[in-house]
């Protein structure tokens, strides 16, 4: 008997039950293109100083308003293969710089937009992608030409601040000059000598309730929403011992019993198991230290010789605030209740309790000018405006860290955008073959930002870029768009202070133009069944702020 | 437009909305949110009464507890609940207020919205108003001198007795007032709150609560012998200790191993023998009175009988600072090497029949930097709601304290940045200009409201205040007592500025909140659980749109 063979069955037949597979240019890039478009239609109306915030309501009822995409599209819970990969870009800025996510976002999406075009005309997907590619070098060349300036000292608050602002209106119109001020001063306090990195995560925020947003300052040194445990509520000048174990009696890991074989024993147990706490902490006193700092519990016999002996006693929840706390001090972390030697205390020249609005929080001042760490005390009327606050601050503070690695800017208001874009289509014209059409719409993809800047601001976007591309065609080329209502509309954004970062800028385009070409280069997708059963919990850092 | 459901989480499909319909609807549920507490407002407001899901009911006329016990679950409406509570915590009065004003600006600037105004340039003109309003404010503001005892106390009173007029306890304000101040007087330098105790005993009448200068609460619960015990010291020691003091095991992860009868006996004795040891050590200090955090059992409780001490075991762990607060003395737990030093003192100690309870008084002590409030009313709602009252009138007072400034309250520093504002406004072209006079219409709100809830003609008095006020006389507001308008600052209805500038700062910040949101996203609940995801977004075919 001849084996009988069947014919070949199709592809969707040979993936397991549930899996869904596209193919073709219809089925993949175009649909692709599709649903990027909803994502960055949502998130371009943020973009600028004029866009909106989107209020975004978490699965588990947490609520946050913002304007930062990069907080968006970390809520939006999407599942369009797509989309992820464009979010991944952003998500690639966001590590790497900061800021610019939005940009990223924007880009991409243009990007995808001028290819379907391209796609529609009949021009392939190669021809395109290479165009894109060849546009990207060459745009990143020309951004060397669109440079206007560099921020020559970084100790200069004014050069500072001038050249975050940008970013800080962008996310918080109106109150940018404040903030980018206290971003300037909390930044540069602990700009540590030549040579040696700035850490993002030496500018903390904590967020206080009450009052109004223009009531936040800066301090050097840390503060905790925390009281403090024993009666001394103030220490001034005063060494410091960190320690990471409790501040209590030893209690053993394995189990274990005491034995005792006699009344006497009994009758002196306890007392002898008091005058060890006590002689431990008296030791803890006679070092000099003043103020101790415990990772873990303060047992009540603890906190009455700790009262006894006039030693301040603050407890922290969090390893990594010990961390930092003895950073900020100078201390090392000790992880058993020894006596600190001399060189292992800390030093702070004002620890107290004090009251903001009605929160008690405990302060590590240091006095002198140059701190490990410094605080931004955050007030505001809601949680959320706080939340959204604290974004643009760490925006900002990400900004001057790229400052402190490139710090050479680009005139912003859509400028360098509508500067590039000319030239690239200059460049378009020298080329030969199929792929000046990719370079042209490359152009075209960067003319989106003014648009959309005018868009967000009200304003009939087709006229300004065209006053734009005037004025840039003149040889201004540091006009940008003016956000203000009631005056001209084109700027000179590097005489109006509206600077943009190099590096942001470099990256932002590098991420966008990738994650374009990789988009448009998929021709199959195939995507398997999802696996049944609740996701697993994502593990989360443990430290909201690591 | 229907309005948007404020106390369920989202209608199906209200989720479409975006852009202006969403800012819309967004201020539409702030103004529902306002509305339940609108009438509250001022010394003719009207209380609320809520019942919880178990069933207890409180009666408020506290704009921040009747916010949070809202339940609100819009997101837009939540940020008013937050505003209102913001206020509580910066200034602890003008809760009501402050939501009032965040729903007024919306509402004042809805017809901008729908007439396509950029939000983004009514946020910028509510900066610029608000800023403006705030340093009129400060302007306006009449300082207090603090050298002038007299007067700043007489300053405290009127403030506190402005916050209690619109409370529940309008019609005792002078005696609640004074109260107050003398409350807050006792307190050091950073007049911490937790050192003002209030007791709430049922019964009486509301003149029968008292300021105790010093620390009082309800007797403990107390062993066989208690009787026998004085309650009655002139100058007794006082001992504050964190000891059990019965019988107990001293080491819990400790093991006895005997091998004899008498050796048995013996270490039963020892038990007893570190007990008695512990009293004897607190005896031989001198301490009269024995105050424990944790119990006090029969036996200590009938040797501190017999040998004329009082005791009082499981104290509430406040009622212990404050005592150590005004008494001296710290808290021990360890009885070993009880000294003289460790022990506080106070003039007076006596238990007393309070209603139908005992209290335990601790008065003219050395250091009084605590007191309590022993309340007394008819019902328990009552006090509940008189404790609230008597907390905003003290924080009122704390606020005073520290930022020593006031203007007059009843609508006219309302008016009077109204006023300023909308002269303002005309200096400047654009649409700021229309902007700003919408912000000091918005702020007309409070004046109008205390109108409506007294019962009076608004639009006639305002009228008559606008007129006052554009004549120069800048504290004229409302009296309510009179149906007509009067010289508030004259007539000591005095705030502190700083409620008002908070509220403002509150509610503007939140409005501008509200109003650049231009897109909601929200996930449905308990999105852990697979479903299964619907085709690819996008309409198909390749063809956009």
Redesign the interface.
Known sequence: MAMHIGQAPGFSQMLSDGARY?SG???TV??SI??V??LTR?VS?SYG??G????????L?K?F?T?DAAT?IK???N??PAVKLIIMASEMQEREIGDGTNFVLVFAGALLDQA?ELLRMGISVPEITDGYELALGKALEFLDEVVCGTVTNVHDREQVQRAIKASITSKQ???DEFLSKLITDACIALLPEKGKTFSVDNVRVIKI???????SHVMNGMVFKRDIEG?VKKAADAKIAVYSCAVDINQTET??????????E??Q???R??DLLEKQIKAIAESGVKVVVSGGKMG??A??FI??YKLLAVRLMSKFDIRRVANTVGAIVLSTLVPPTADVQGHCDLVY?D?I???SVVVFKQEKKEGAISTIVLR??????MD?VERAIDDGVNNFKAITKDNRLLPGAGATEVELSRLLTQYADTRPGLEQYAIKKFGAALDTFPKILAEN??VKAVEVLAKLHAAHLEGMKNIGFNIE??AEAAIDAEKAGILDLYLTKASALRLAVGAAITLLRVNKIVMAK?A????PPKQGAQDEDD | MAPAPIFLAFASGDNDVRGKQLVISNINACQIVADAVRTTLGPRGMDKMMVDSNGKAVISNDGATIMKLLDVVHPAGKMLVDIAKSQDAEVGDGTTSVVLFAAEFLKQVKNFIEEGVHPQVIIKSFRKATELAVEKIKELAIKVRKDDVAGLRSVLERCASTTLSSKLLSANRDFFSKMAVDAVMVLDELLPLDMIGIKKITGGNLEDSLLVSGVAFKKAFSYAGFQMQPKHFKNPLISILNIELELKSEKENAEIRVENVEEYQKIVDAEWQILYDKLQSIHDSGAKVVLSKLPIGDVATQWFADRDMFCAGRIPIDDLKRIQKSCGGSMQTSAQKLTKEVLGTCGDFEERQVGGERYNFFTECPLTKACTLVLRGGTEQFIDEMERSLHDAIMIVRRALKHDAVVAGGGAIEMELSKYLRDFARTIPGKQQLIISAYARALECIPRQLCDNAGFDSTNILNELRQKHAQGAKWFGINVFTEGIADNYAACIWEPSLVKINALTAASEACCQILSVDELIKHSKGGNEYEAPDALPGRGRGRPG
Do not use: F
Not at chain 1, 52 to 59: D, E, F, G, I, S
Not at chain 1, 380 to 385: D, P, V
């Open positions: 596209y240019l219809d089925e175009v649909r599709e649903a478009r909803e949502i109306t100083p004029k909106l915030n989107k209020m975004v309501v978490t699965h009822g609520m308003i304007n968006i809520e939006l819970e599942e369009h379907e119109n109106g109150t309730m009450g009052s109004g947003i223009l009531a009666d189990k274990g019993t005491v034995l005792i074989k006699s009344a006497e009994l009758l147990y306890s007392n198991e008091e009540d016999l906190l009455h009262n006894k309790l009251e609005g009605d929160t505001g009327a809601t949680e959320n405006s959204d601001a009200g209502e009631d999802q049944g059963g609740p996701k």
